[in-house]
C-alpha cells in the first residue's frame, strides 16, 4: 500500500490518540460545583456520567493505540483475520479496522 497513505493516516491517529489522552485527563478532574447537598448531587452525577464516558474513550485509546503498533510494525494494512491486504477505501472510513471488509462481515455474523 502507498506509504504516504499509511503516513497520513498514523497522522491523523496520532491527533486522535492526542485529543482522547486530554480528553480522558479533563474527565478524571472531579467537579466541583459547590459546598450545598445540590451541588454535591450535581458533582456525583456529572462524575458518574464522566466514568462512563471515560471509560468509552479508553477503549477507543486503546483501539487507537494497538493501531500504532501495526502501523510501526508494517502490518497497518493486513486483515489479522485472512492476512489479506484491508482495502484502502475501508482504511480511510474506519482508520482503526483490522479485518478487511469481507472478514469483518463473516466476524458480525
Do not use: H, W
Not at 502507498?2 to 492526542?18: H, M, P, Y
Request: charged share 40%; aromatic share 4%; with cysteine.
Amino acid at each position: 500500500m502507498d506509504k504516504n497513505f499509511i503516513s497520513d493516516q498514523k497522522q491523523k491517529l496520532e491527533r486522535q490518540q492526542e485529543y482522547l489522552i486530554k480528553k480522558i485527563d479533563e474527565l478524571e478532574k472531579i467537579p466541583d460545583f459547590g459546598n450545598s447537598q445540590d451541588d454535591n448531587a450535581q458533582e456525583v452525577a456529572e462524575a458518574n456520567n464522566n466514568l462512563s464516558l471515560e471509560r468509552d474513550l479508553k477503549k477507543e485509546l486503546k483501539e487507537i493505540n494497538k493501531v500504532l503498533r501495526r502501523v510501526d510494525e508494517g502490518s497497518y494494512d493486513k486483515c489479522l483475520s485472512c492476512g489479506g491486504t484491508i482495502e484502502k477505501k475501508r482504511l480511510e472510513l474506519v482508520p482503526t479496522a483490522v479485518n478487511c471488509a469481507d472478514c469483518q462481515t463473516k466476524l458480525r455474523k
